[in-house]
């Protein structure tokens, strides 16, 4: 099979033999605990485990800064108590409150999601620490003129967990209950994050526009982090409350907050096993320090300042706050193999596989622009700017810095609603759409300044291109479903055919090769390779040969070349380097104040006299 993973013995990408280990020690933790106080200890670990996971759904895998998330927690926990207990006399069965509780914390994360799109970072945290102080507080004050929390007081003497006629009493009873659900979610995890929806996520984390670009929904995408990780700790809430018995406010506080983030950045912000090792240790160390009395929490803090000293990534890492580059990749000796082997060989390269049949069309208009405008503030960044582009065109803009090249490529792909005019690709107006529905309609772009996913690898990157061309969803991704397994093998062997396009510069080890990790002509290649992988017929270039060498633009240009004559794409570039546009187009348009100045072969448009001035501020001939 195409994906390596479904070669090995796994359970929900969770290696058999680590899933066996993992089993064993849950079951033997309370034959080895001396007493019951330990094994609860134990079992408030598992209960971090889910809380901590849950929260790396938000913040590590989305880069959602979350500080609203205790409170989907107390949510969980409040609804149990309010189903649970004689408090309004409703005592549903454990197996039904537990999904309950789930939901209605992930609709109110929904909710949040809904009501903060338009924040991000520091704004963002603001606001959802205003919801966590805004649910605190109902916490405290909802208990008159009806008592639905019980104020100060909370909720005590709550129903034991009752399932298929088996009632949980006894610490260990419920340590095994909770290290279930921790089973759980861990799995759901891992299953999550080895998807099309982790792969979004962490696009999404990385660069939210260039996100969106590659036809990610970043709306959604932030919408459905909020409302899992809410549903997690929803869950863990119901667990929580039918265990200890009772809710008080003071079991969802700031303090838990605060522990809950210190697990997820020590083990590794988006790393499943550091987050898992950082709450077993978090919830250990505190009470292995019990007897020092106060002197506790100032060990504790400073073992905290020293592992993040030390490894500011975590224990485990994922993203470095502190990111170390490692030694510059030295850059292959063969200069135009890659291109020469893909287009002049005997096409026995493993990885080259023609991804579209078609020739070229100069009757076909794929892209017209019709009197487009983009006002800034009173700068007219493209004034009425019309042009065609036909089908298998190299189309090249030219113009001196601030033209309003790259503009016109961000009106284009929905980057920048225009002010005025209309976007026309392949007969279907496309003016104001997202970026992420401009993909899914054809058109990709690489950027002027490289936006690729520096924390995800060669492999991730290209395979995030497909995003918006596959469907699985959350039930598919969870369970594991057949149609799920072959989409993956789909995108693998999609973005692999792309990467392959260029060679043993982006395959091979580079697979697993940090995107960061690559030189800057390869993580050149890999920008273009993953604009390719969307399977767009329109692919713009912004500066594809932008720091390259003579030798390494010559291959370039080949490629780009080579690409539209043997698969028929149509390009529309922006380049510099006047020899490229020489070499390359098809056809040249010059651009200068935003206005079309001159039209035409790259001879027409290099010697005409407006084109001239524009360069050199000068008349054409003049001294």
């Known amino acids: 099979m195409a994906l390596s993973s479904l070669g090995q013995k796994k359970i929900g990408d969770i290696p058999l033999q680590s899933l066996v280990l993992i089993l064993a020690v849950v079951v033997v933790i309370p034959w080895i605990m001396?007493?019951?106080?330990?094994?609860?200890?134990?079992?408030?670990?598992?209960?971090?485990?889910?809380?901590?996971?849950?929260?790396?759904?938000?913040?590590?895998?989305?880069?959602?800064?979350?500080?609203?998330?205790?409170?989907?927690?107390?949510?969980?926990?409040?609804?149990?108590?309010l189903l649970c207990s004689g408090h309004w006399n409703i005592h549903l069965p454990f197996w039904l409150v537990v999904p309950i509780c789930a939901l209605a914390a992930s609709a109110c994360g929904w909710g949040l999601g809904f009501t903060s799109l338009r924040v991000s970072g520091d704004y963002l945290a603001i606001v959802t620490l205003g919801f966590a102080e805004i649910v605190r507080l109902l916490l405290l004050n909802l208990d008159r003129p009806i008592n639905i929390t019980g104020g100060p007081n909370g909720l005590p003497d709550l129903d034991f967990a009752h399932i298929f006629?088996?009632?949980?009493?006894?610490?260990?009873?419920?340590?095994?209950?909770?290290?279930?659900?921790?089973?759980?979610?861990?799995?759901?995890?891992?299953r999550l994050k080895r998807s099309r929806l982790g792969r979004g996520w962490e696009a999404l984390r990385e660069d939210e526009l260039a996100a969106d670009a590659m036809g990610v929904n970043t709306t959604y995408m932030k919408l459905l982090a909020f409302g899992i990780g809410a549903s997690i700790a929803g869950g863990a809430g119901a667990v929580f409350a039918s265990w200890q018995g009772g809710v008080f406010p003071n079991n969802f506080g700031f303090s838990q907050l605060v522990t809950v983030y210190c697990m997820l950045i020590l083990g590794g912000?988006?790393?499943?096993?550091?987050?898992?090792?950082?709450?077993?240790?978090?919830?250990?160390?505190?009470?292995?320090?019990?007897?020092?009395?106060?002197?506790?929490?100032?060990?504790?803090?400073?073992?905290?300042?020293?592992?993040?000293?030390?490894?500011?990534?975590?224990?485990?890492?994922?993203?470095?706050?502190?990111?170390?580059?490692?030694?510059?990749?030295?850059?292959?000796?063969?200069?135009?193999?890659?291109?020469?082997?893909?287009?002049?060989?005997?096409?026995?390269?493993?990885?080259?596989?023609?991804?579209?049949?078609?020739?070229?069309?100069?009757?076909?208009?794929?892209?017209?622009?019709?009197?487009?405008?983009?006002?800034?503030?009173?700068?007219?960044?493209?004034?009425?700017?019309?042009?065609?582009?036909?089908?298998?065109?190299i189309l090249s803009i030219i113009g001196p810095n601030g033209a309003g090249k790259t503009t016109v490529f961000n009106l284009i792909t929905g980057i920048y609603p225009p002010t005025s005019g209309h976007i026309i690709f392949d007969g279907k107006e496309i003016t104001g759409l997202k970026p992420h529905k401009v993909v899914e309609k054809g058109v990709a772009r690489t950027f002027q300044t490289l936006r690729l996913f520096t924390n995800m690898t060669v492999l991730e990157n290209a395979m995030v291109a497909q995003h918006c061309r596959t469907k699985s969803g959350l039930f598919s991704i969870l369970f594991r479903l057949p149609g799920f397994l072959k989409e993956e093998e789909e995108i693998e062997r999609v973005a692999k055919e792309n990467l392959g396009l260029f060679g043993a510069r982006l395959t091979g080890f580079r697979y697993k090769q940090k995107a960061i990790n690559l030189s800057y002509a390869n993580r050149r290649r890999l920008e273009i390779a993953r604009a390719l992988a969307t399977d767009s017929r329109l692919i713009l270039l912004d500066e594809p040969s932008?720091?390259?060498?003579?030798?390494?633009?010559?291959?370039?240009?080949?490629?780009?070349?080579?690409?539209?004559?043997?698969?028929?794409?149509?390009?529309?570039?922006?380049?510099?380097?006047?020899?490229?546009?020489?070499?390359?187009?098809?056809?040249?348009?010059?651009?200068?104040?935003?206005?079309?100045?001159?039209?035409?072969?790259?001879?027409?448009?290099?010697?005409?006299?407006?084109?001239?001035?524009?360069?050199?501020?000068?008349?054409k001939g003049r001294v």
């Open 34 to 81: 001396p007493n019951n106080y330990w094994i609860r200890i134990a079992g408030n670990a598992g209960l971090w485990i889910m809380l901590s996971l849950g929260l790396n759904v938000v913040a590590g895998f989305a880069g959602l800064l979350d500080l609203g998330y205790v409170a989907f927690y107390a949510i969980g926990g409040y609804t149990y108590a």
């Open 165 to 190: 006629g088996f009632t949980f009493r006894t610490v260990t009873q419920y340590y095994y209950l909770v290290m279930f659900f921790a089973l759980l979610v861990i799995l759901a995890s891992y």
């Open 269 to 393: 912000v988006g790393n499943i096993w550091g987050v898992i090792l950082a709450a077993i240790i978090l919830s250990i160390l505190p009470e292995a320090l019990r007897e020092y009395g106060a002197f506790r929490m100032i060990g504790y803090g400073l073992l905290l300042v020293v592992l993040m000293a030390l490894r500011p990534q975590g224990i485990l890492g994922e993203i470095s706050l502190r990111p170390k580059r490692k030694k510059k990749e030295v850059e292959e000796p063969e200069t135009l193999k890659a291109a020469e082997e893909l287009f002049y060989g005997d096409g026995s390269h493993d990885f080259v596989k023609p991804l579209k049949k078609g020739k070229l069309n100069k009757d076909r208009v794929l892209l017209e622009l019709k009197d487009l405008t983009m006002i800034f503030g009173g700068l007219h960044a493209v004034d009425r700017l019309s042009l065609k582009v036909y089908e298998g065109e």
């Open 546 to 619: 932008a720091g390259m060498n003579p030798k390494e633009t010559e291959e370039i240009t080949r490629f780009i070349r080579n690409l539209r004559d043997k698969y028929g794409y149509t390009f529309i570039i922006i380049e510099h380097k006047l020899n490229v546009v020489r070499t390359i187009s098809d056809r040249v348009i010059a651009l200068d104040y935003g206005k079309k100045i001159a039209e035409g072969s790259y001879d027409e448009v290099a010697d005409n006299e407006y084109v001239v001035q524009a360069y050199l501020g000068r008349k």
